[in-house]
T-cell receptor
Framework: DGGITQSPKYLFRKEGQNVTLSCEQNLNHDAMYWYRQDPGQGLRLIYYSQIVNDFQKGDIAEGYSVSREKKESFPLTVTSAQKNPTAFYLC?????????????FGPGTRLTVL | SQQGEEDPQALSIQEGENATMNCSYKTSINNLQWYRQNSGRGLVHLILIRSNEREKHSGRLRVTLDTSKKSSSLLITASRAADTASYFCATDSSGGYQKVTFGTGTKLQVIP
């Protein structure tokens, strides 16, 4: 089955620690995205990548970093510089990064900072 | 601020009734999409309507777009308990890539 997976489903971290969220897709999509969702709010774009070895900051990139070394993988690192990291993180992909393409979402990772 | 704002924020209806959700946006768009999110899960794409379209149907879903009023509506007919979810509109903006902006969502509860 083709799809997009995220791991882990739940993640706990202590303040001051970096943590990496995994996102993998086998849809052969060029574009991948990371969003953050807070309770009662919509999705806010953290980073996106239109192609391997290239990525761009979204609206709330501060305190986050990404890499895109393989087409299938787009990991997100939440660094200690992110002041309020507790949130639900969603990864998505689309065939290409141009307008009008459906985004396919993973099941999400819920990060809690203790 | 969010490009898309859904209205109402929450909606509770009986099974079999129709559910209507509205989305308003601020700037010109090329496409508007509707997504569904079950609690604690990822989003699922429902339907896309282009700026030159006025109405689109998909099964029990009907989407309208009024670019002069910068608004869209999603109608779910003959609702089922399984339709209980949050529904988001997403609009794209100008630029070379698909910068999609999501609204805050409408939380729909369908009571059996």
């Amino acid at each position: 089955d083709g799809g997009i997976t995220q791991s882990p489903k739940y993640l706990f971290r202590k303040e001051g620690q970096n943590v990496t969220l995994s996102c993998e897709q086998n849809l052969n999509h060029d574009a991948m995205y990371w969003y953050r969702q807070d309770p009662g709010q919509g999705l806010r774009l953290i980073y996106y990548s239109q192609i391997v070895n290239d990525f761009q900051k979204g609206d709330i990139a501060e305190g986050y970093s990404v890499s895109r070394e393989k087409k299938e993988s787009f990991p997100l690192t939440v660094t200690s510089a992110q002041k309020n990291p507790t949130a639900f993180y969603l990864c998505a992909s689309s065939i290409e990064g141009t307008r009008g393409n459906e985004q396919f979402f993973g099941p999400g990772t819920r990060l809690t900072v203790l | 601020s969010q490009q898309g704002e859904e209205d109402p924020q929450a909606l509770s209806i009986q099974e079999g009734e129709n559910a209507t959700m509205n989305c308003s946006y601020k700037t010109s768009i090329n496409n508007l999409q509707w997504y569904r999110q079950n609690s604690g899960r990822g989003l699922v794409h429902l339907i896309l309507i282009r700026s030159n379209e006025r109405e689109k149907h998909s099964g029990r879903l009907r989407v309208t777009l009024d670019t002069s009023k910068k608004s869209s509506s999603l109608l779910i007919t003959a609702s089922r308990a399984a339709d209980t979810a949050s529904y988001f509109c997403a609009t794209d903006s100008s630029g070379g890539y698909q910068k999609v902006t999501f609204g805050t969502g409408t939380k729909l509860q369908v009571i059996p």
